[in-house]
């Protein structure tokens, strides 16, 4: 099979200096947003279109008068998978000019026929506002069979699926239109308005040539949807064209309208495909609208299906779910201008497979990394910082890479052992510097409760290990009182939920459960405990598991009230409103504090 092997460009969009970008088929390119993933595949779409243009109006055997001077125009507007509203905006930073001269935008593909790869190489000038100039360049001008293939190559782009309007206001119909006119509806990013348009070429496809293509869509759809999907019908009264499935259950035909993102996703996709075979399919986001499970189906039919009618296909995505299917393949990951193919990195490879390849991706995004008990923990560390005002919050609200991981190394149990074999990292210092070793910023905190067991502390210059004095971080702030101040809120008059009494009950069950977890059924130290300083209150639960014990008054209200809870464990930060400022202990000040110095990131 020929296909082309990698991609090199200069000054196009994001890309200042020139980037090598390897392609194998599939070929992913992986990133966070506007790091340049889609901008990759608009650059092969835009050589594409040049290599034909200055082919068809340049390139056809003529006297050989100097042709590497002749350059081609392309019109804007001709430019269907890149639609810009001025040419400069193909340029890096919209800059087109260096004083009097024109920056040149290339475009360099590597081309590989018969086991043979050779570069093909195109330079954009600009021209105007509406039109660029494109041309060969001195070498690759000089070799006609080259360029005479490469304009027969074809290239496609797939945006993801739009979405086709539902509901009273849906259109179940669509006008037949020619293959250029839904090339600009897909230029346009518009591929709802052409679904049925697209699922039609492959239905008189089959007739012209007798082949089964929409066949084989309708067993894929069915056997990952359950539906029966319908072929599309060409109404010739109207002229238009409708499109239905059938449901389990639902008596009458459904229009395609009506079916989920995911399915309209996956269908666009096959049909796409089966439409332009033996060609190079650049397909953006193709996990768009799907779950994991399904993100990880579409990877596997853009594969089969690529394979089996003779296309290459090149993916950009931001999924980290697909990260390891595409690893032993052709796996790029584009950041900061920088491309690295993670396929070649065997080492890496190697030493995260216990890992995943995607805790890599997200340390090099985001070097900074913090270890904790639960997904609790950060909600009750985010409404802390903001209680008091600390610049933490910055750090806690942003992309941060949490992992929930219990400090258990020292621990040798048959369970502990159990969940390494399965993959699971109780070892955190293991994974920390794993990864480090790829990602030499990166930087880590780990935060853990005590679980009334006496910790030390250890600070490195890279990663820091801390413990709370007390019991468990829920200990800081959930208290009887805190507890009941929070039912006084939810009871009173204004709010018309529950009466007084209910009010008066909820504070009865602290009491009972403060009996039996606290002083053994002893009612004289509950009544000292009631009337002693907040300080003592604090020291006499330091050794109590304040979150099961909220738990457990929630619970008992919640059964003697015959009513949901009130408030799950999930959601105990929501607590920290009733504890006032000055109360809260200098400790978490103190560890805010040691967050945000490990986990800030440099001032560019």
């Given at each position: 099979?020929?296909?082309?092997?990698?991609?090199?460009?200069?000054?196009?969009?994001?890309?200042?200096?020139?980037?090598?970008?390897?392609?194998?088929?599939?070929?992913?390119?992986?990133?966070?947003?506007?790091?340049?993933?889609?901008?990759?595949?608009?650059?092969?779409?835009?050589?594409?279109?040049?290599?034909?243009?200055?082919?068809?109006?340049?390139?056809?055997?003529?006297?050989?008068?100097?042709?590497?001077?002749?350059?081609?125009?392309?019109?804007?507007?001709?430019?269907?998978?890149?639609?810009?509203?001025?040419?400069?905006?193909?340029?890096?930073?919209?800059?087109v000019r260096k004083g009097n001269t024109y920056i040149e935008m290339v475009i360099t593909v590597g081309i590989e026929r018969d086991g043979i790869t050779k570069d093909c190489r195109l330079i954009f000038t600009y021209r105007d506002t509406e039109v660029i100039y494109c041309k060969p360049c001195p070498v690759t001008v000089q070799d006609d069979d080259l360029l005479h293939f490469a304009a027969e190559m074809q290239f496609h782009l797939l945006y993801p699926m739009s979405g086709i309007m539902s509901g009273i206001n849906a259109d179940t119909e669509e006008t037949p239109l020619s293959d250029g006119r839904i090339n600009v509806f897909l230029g346009q990013g518009q591929t709802a308005q052409v679904l049925r348009n697209i699922c039609y070429k492959v239905v008189e496809q089959d007739n012209d040539k007798g082949t089964k293509d929409w066949d084989e869509i309708t067993k894929l759809i069915k056997r990952i949807f359950l539906i029966d999907l319908k072929a599309p019908i060409f109404n010739e009264t109207r002229g238009s064209l409708k499109m239905g499935y059938k449901q389990a259950g639902v008596e009458s035909e459904l229009d395609i309208s009506l079916a989920g993102r995911g399915l309209q996703q996956i269908l666009?996709?096959?049909?796409?495909?089966?439409?332009?075979?033996?060609?190079?399919?650049?397909?953006?986001?193709?996990?768009?609208?799907?779950?994991?499970?399904?993100?990880?189906?579409?990877?596997?039919?853009?594969?089969?299906?690529?394979?089996?009618?003779?296309?290459?296909?090149?993916?950009?995505?931001?999924?980290?779910?697909?990260?390891?299917?595409?690893?032993?393949?052709?796996?790029?990951?584009?950041?900061?201008?920088?491309?690295?193919?993670?396929?070649?990195?065997?080492?890496?490879?190697?030493?995260?497979?216990?890992?995943?390849?995607?805790?890599?991706?997200?340390?090099?995004?985001?070097?900074?990394?913090?270890?904790?008990?639960?997904?609790?923990?950060?909600?009750?560390?985010?409404?802390?910082?903001?209680?008091?005002?600390?610049?933490?919050?910055?750090?806690?609200?942003?992309?941060?890479?949490?992992?929930?991981?219990?400090?258990?190394?020292?621990?040798?149990?048959?369970?502990?052992?159990?969940?390494?074999?399965?993959?699971?990292?109780?070892?955190?210092?293991?994974?920390?510097?794993?990864?480090?070793?790829?990602?030499?910023?990166?930087?880590?905190?780990?935060?853990?409760?005590?679980?009334?067991?006496?910790?030390?502390?250890?600070?490195?210059?890279?990663?820091?290990?801390?413990?709370?004095?007390?019991?468990?971080?829920?200990?800081?702030?959930?208290?009887?009182?805190?507890?009941?101040?929070?039912?006084?809120?939810?009871?009173?008059?204004?709010?018309?939920?529950?009466?007084?009494?209910?009010?008066?009950?909820?504070?009865?069950?602290?009491?009972?459960?403060?009996?039996?977890?606290?002083?053994?059924?002893?009612?004289?130290?509950?009544?000292?405990?009631?009337?002693?300083?907040?300080?003592?209150?604090?020291?006499?639960?330091?050794?109590?598991?304040?979150?099961?014990?909220?738990?457990?008054?929630?619970?008992?209200?919640?059964?003697?009230?015959?009513?949901?809870?009130?408030?799950?464990?999930?959601?105990?930060?929501?607590?920290?409103?009733?504890?006032?400022?000055?109360?809260?202990?200098?400790?978490?000040?103190?560890?805010?504090?040691?967050?945000?110095?490990?986990?800030?990131?440099?001032?560019?």
């Open positions: 099979m020929n296909r082309i092997r990698y991609v090199e460009i200069e000054n196009f969009k994001t890309f200042s200096s020139k980037l090598h970008i390897d392609l194998e088929h599939p070929a992913v390119l992986i990133g966070p947003n506007n790091a340049g993933k889609t901008s990759v595949i608009q650059a092969l779409s835009l050589w594409s279109r040049g290599v034909k243009s200055w082919y068809e109006k340049k390139g056809a055997p003529r006297k050989k008068e100097k042709r590497e001077r002749l350059s081609a125009g392309l019109n804007r507007l001709n430019i269907l998978d890149v639609p810009v509203s001025e040419t400069r905006f193909f340029w890096n930073g919209t800059r666009l996709i096959l049909a796409y495909l089966y439409w332009h075979k033996s060609s190079i399919l650049l397909v953006d986001e193709p996990d768009a609208h799907l779950e994991i499970l399904r993100q990880k189906q579409v990877y596997e039919i853009l594969k089969h299906v690529a394979a089996k009618n003779n296309c290459q296909v090149i993916i950009a995505t931001h999924s980290e779910v697909i990260l390891d299917d595409a690893i032993d393949t052709n796996l790029t990951m584009l950041l900061h201008g920088e491309a690295v193919n993670l396929a070649k990195q065997q080492d890496m490879k190697n030493a995260l497979r216990s890992f995943g390849i995607e805790h890599y991706y997200k340390a090099r995004v985001h070097p900074r990394i913090l270890y904790i008990e639960g997904s609790t923990d950060i909600e009750i560390l985010r409404a802390l910082a903001e209680k008091l005002g600390h610049r933490a919050v910055d750090v806690l609200n942003r992309e941060l890479n949490c992992y929930y991981t219990r400090n258990i190394e020292s621990e040798d149990s048959l369970e502990n052992r159990l969940d390494r074999v399965g993959g699971a990292f109780c070892n955190f210092k293991s994974h920390f510097f794993t990864i480090k070793k790829f990602v030499p910023s990166l930087k880590g905190v780990g935060l853990f409760d005590s679980d009334g067991r006496s910790h030390l502390d250890e600070q490195q210059d890279d990663l820091a290990v801390a413990y709370w004095r007390k019991y468990e971080l829920e200990n800081y702030f959930i208290s009887p009182d805190v507890l009941c101040d929070f039912a006084r809120t939810k009871f009173s008059p204004d709010k018309r939920l529950l009466e007084f009494s209910h009010s008066r009950l909820f504070k009865e069950i602290v009491d009972r459960c403060l009996l039996e977890d606290v002083f053994s059924h002893d009612e004289q130290q509950l009544a000292e405990f009631h009337k002693a300083s907040i300080g003592l209150k604090r020291t006499l639960l330091r050794s109590i598991k304040m979150s099961e014990f909220a738990q457990k008054v929630f619970q008992r209200f919640s059964q003697e009230m015959n009513q949901p809870i009130l408030l799950n464990k999930g959601d105990f930060y929501q607590l920290i409103q009733f504890v006032d400022s000055s109360e809260i202990s200098e400790e978490i000040k103190e560890k805010l504090d040691l967050l945000s110095d490990y986990l800030e990131l440099p001032v560019l």
